[in-house]
């Protein structure tokens, strides 16, 4: 679909399948655009790194960061993918799904353990994430990397879809247990921002 022949000259033109991936690039371009004041505000509120997020396919990928300004910090790449079951931005998109996509994603295999606090068991990992809509942000606490924890809220459009999460990444020693209600409101209601900049409308 990149490319397709006219019958009569036999010559190649750009096929729809390139206008779907042109119209996904422009989209990513303007979330980045959207979010950047948010991901500055976040940033500040917060005092830690801020990050911006997609789905390609389960996982979820960075597509922006604004760096804290701690010596300190947890910093990462844009383009980096995160594990889907035990980062906070891969939790915001995996809750996303239908339960019929989940329970499929779910049942293809192991979820991988990166620390001793990682959940592995999907029914477990299920229940959790049935948390994490309900609570509006999810949460890591030290389960993919030691010292570190992290909170992400999603973001939607027009329809009200999931289509991407924006959360923080902090020393455990900084974004204690205590902090995480505070930090996953701001988390929320910065993510809630882009979503209204996106055209949706809550409650809508």
């Not at 990992?125 to 809220?153: K, M, Q, S, Y």
């Not at 988390?187 to 809508?204: K, N, P, T, Y």
């Amino acid at each position: 679909g990149l490319v397709a022949q006219e019958p009569d000259t036999h010559r190649y033109q750009p096929g729809m399948e390139l206008v779907h991936l042109g119209r996904r690039v422009l989209d990513r371009v303007e979330l980045r655009s959207v979010a950047q004041p948010w991901l500055r505000e976040l940033r500040n509120r917060t005092g830690e790194s801020a990050h911006l997020a997609v789905a390609v396919g389960p996982r979820a990928v960075y597509v922006d960061i604004v760096e804290s300004g701690e010596a300190l910090n947890v910093a990462t790449e844009i383009g980096r993918t995160a594990e889907p079951h035990c980062t906070a931005i891969g939790k915001t998109l995996l809750a996303r799904l239908p339960p019929d996509e989940l329970a499929a994603l779910l049942a293809q295999g192991a979820l991988a353990r990166f620390t001793p606090r990682t959940i592995t068991d999907p029914h477990e990992l299920a229940a959790h994430l049935a948390e994490v809509r309900e609570r509006g942000h999810a949460t890591d606490d030290e389960e993919f990397t030691p010292g570190v924890r992290c909170v992400a809220a999603p973001i939607r459009d027009f329809h009200g879809a999931v289509i991407a999460t924006m959360g923080i990444s902090g020393p455990a020693l900084r974004v204690t247990l205590e902090r995480l209600p505070e930090i996953g409101a701001i988390a929320i209601e910065c993510a809630d921002q882009v979503s209204r900049l996106l055209g949706h409308r809550q409650g809508g």
